[in-house]
T-cell receptor, first 115, second 114 residues
């Protein structure tokens, strides 16, 4: 079955430091997409970054970058220079043609930024 | 553009009642998804659709039904509501093709079954 795993239920990081949120996935399809979303306490889903399996370079969006290691099937999110406003739940998700374009989410990681 | 619009935003149901959560997108996206999110948990896929007239089950389809008669609309029907269906429901859509970007979400519908 299509699987997305986030092994860190919760993380703490000091303000202005970098933090890595882990995500591993399982698919045998060479064509797939990986997403990261942020969900603050207000509940909306905020798109952060996308990585396609054929993309040659790791995706970056401002302070967010995706450490894509295809052979290891990992797609970790790196947040640089953490800010208090980064405190939220973070979800990794995958869509794969192998699974009929289902788009499934990991269990999430709660990030708390300390001042 | 309005993006993905969900209605209602809040609803309280009694056990055994039925209702439909509406979802409309104006981006001409082929793929649409319904998720539920229980408190403190991740998003679970209920049903999804890859185009008008085509729907398929996700991870937790029991107790729900969907239809997709147009590209724009993807309503989720709850029959015989149960307390276990108390959750926040999100509708989302994305352009066709595996290697395309953002999944657009609605604001969510908070459903309570008493």
């Amino acid at each position: 079955a299509q699987k997305i795993t986030q092994t860190q239920p919760g993380m703490f990081v000091q303000e202005k430091e970098a933090v890595t949120l882990d995500c591993t996935y399982d698919t045998s399809d060479p064509s797939y997409g990986l997403f990261w979303y942020k969900q603050p306490s207000s509940g909306e889903m905020i798109f952060l970054i996308y990585q396609g399996s054929y993309d040659q370079q790791n995706a970056t969006e401002g302070r967010y970058s995706l450490n894509f290691q295809k052979a290891r099937k990992s797609a970790n999110l790196v947040i640089s220079a953490s800010q208090l406003g980064d405190s939220a739940m973070y979800f990794c998700a995958m869509r794969s043609m192998e699974y009929g374009n289902k788009l499934v989410f990991g269990a999430g990681t709660i990030l708390r930024v300390k001042s | 553009n309005a993006g993905v619009t969900q209605t209602p935003k809040f609803r309280i149901l009694k056990i055994g009642q039925s209702m439909t959560l509406q979802c409309t997108q104006d981006m001409n996206h082929n793929y649409m998804y319904w998720y539920r999110q229980d408190p403190g948990m991740g998003l679970k896929l209920i049903y999804y659709s890859v185009g008008a007239g085509i729907t398929d089950k996700g991870e937790v389809p029991n107790g729900y039904n969907v239809s997709r008669s147009t590209t724009e609309d993807f309503p989720l029907r709850l029959e015989l509501a149960a307390p276990s269906q108390t959750s926040v429901y999100f509708c989302a859509s994305i352009k066709a093709g595996a290697n395309t970007g953002e999944l657009f979400f609605g604001e969510g519908s908070r459903l309570t079954v008493l």
